[in-house]
C-alpha cells in the first residue's frame, strides 16, 4: 500500500505562483507513474502532469510551458510547480502513484483557487 499526503494549495491571484507537493510512503517499489491530476466543479478528472518510469514528463496542453513536474526520490516527494495561474485552473489537485505490483493510491487532494 503507498500513502500519499498533498500539501501547498490554496488562493492565488491570476499570474501567481503555487508550488504543490505529494509525500508518498508505504511500498514505494518499482514505482513507474507519478502524476498530478485535477478536477474542476461540474468536470472530469483530468491528468495535468505525469512523469513516467522517472524520466519522461508528460503535461496537458493546457498547462504546458506553465507547469512543471518533478521528482525527489530520496524524498519520495512529487513536485508540481504551477506558474502564470489562471482561474481556469481553478481545481481540486490529487496526486496519483502507481506502481508495477499494480497499486493505484490517490492522495486526499489539496485545493487551488485562482481569483483575483
Known amino acids: 500500500q503507498v500513502q500519499l499526503v498533498e500539501s501547498g494549495g490554496g488562493l492565488v491571484q491570476p499570474g501567481g505562483s503555487l508550488r504543490l507537493s505529494c509525500v508518498a510512503s508505504g511500498s514505494m517499489f518499482n514505482v513507474y507513474f507519478m502524476g498530478w491530476y485535477r478536477q474542476a466543479p461540474g468536470k472530469q478528472r483530468e491528468l495535468v502532469a505525469a512523469?513516467?518510469?522517472?524520466?519522461?514528463?508528460n503535461y496537458a496542453d493546457s498547462v504546458k510551458g506553465r507547469f512543471t513536474i518533478s521528482r525527489d526520490n530520496a524524498k519520495n516527494t512529487v513536485y508540481l510547480q504551477m506558474n502564470r495561474l489562471s482561474p481556469e485552473d481553478t481545481a481540486v489537485y490529487y496526486c496519483?502513484?502507481?506502481?508495477?505490483?499494480?497499486?493505484?493510491?490517490w492522495g486526499q487532494g489539496t485545493q487551488v483557487t485562482v481569483s483575483s
Open positions: 496519483n502513484v502507481q506502481t508495477l505490483q499494480g497499486i493505484d493510491s
Open positions: 512523469t513516467i518510469a522517472g524520466t519522461s514528463a
